[in-house]
Nanobody, 116 residues
Framework: QVQLVESGGGLVQAGGSLRLSCAASGSIFSIAVMGWYRQAPGEQRGLVATITSTGRTNYADVVKGRFTISRDNAKNTVYLQMNSLKPEDTAVYYC??????????WGQGTQVTVSS
């Protein structure tokens, strides 16, 4: 069983920065694809960014150039550095661990609120 624990959310003014962290339990972190997703009120959960076991990254167009995903396999942790935050980035951010069709785990989510 894998557990994902997010941290780092909070309230920030537009233009500010936040760094989210997601710590994973278990022994499969280093071979899994890790991702960040977000869900705003009344909207579906959508992709923010993913990073493969080899460090290849993928971003949603709306966050490209502002957000950076990274991982530390020694610490079983994935990060999301968010810069130049906008009010429309306000959402609950979820960490995801995926291993093909075999495994798919979600964290409990962390709230990010960006004030204008």
């Amino acid at each position: 069983q894998v557990q994902l624990v997010e941290s780092g959310g909070g309230l920030v003014q537009a233009g500010g920065s936040l760094r989210l962290s997601c710590a994973a339990s278990g022994s499969i972190f280093s071979i899994a694809v890790m991702g960040w997703y977000r869900q705003a009120p009344g909207e579906q959960r959508g992709l923010v960014a993913t990073i493969t076991s080899t460090g290849r990254t993928n971003y949603a167009d709306v966050v490209k150039g502002r957000f950076t995903i990274s991982r530390d396999n020694a610490k079983n942790t994935v990060y999301l550095q968010m810069n130049s935050l906008k009010p429309e980035d306000t959402a609950v951010y979820y960490c995801n661990l995926g291993l093909g069709s075999l495994m798919n785990y979600w964290g409990q989510g962390t709230q990010v609120t960006v004030s204008s």
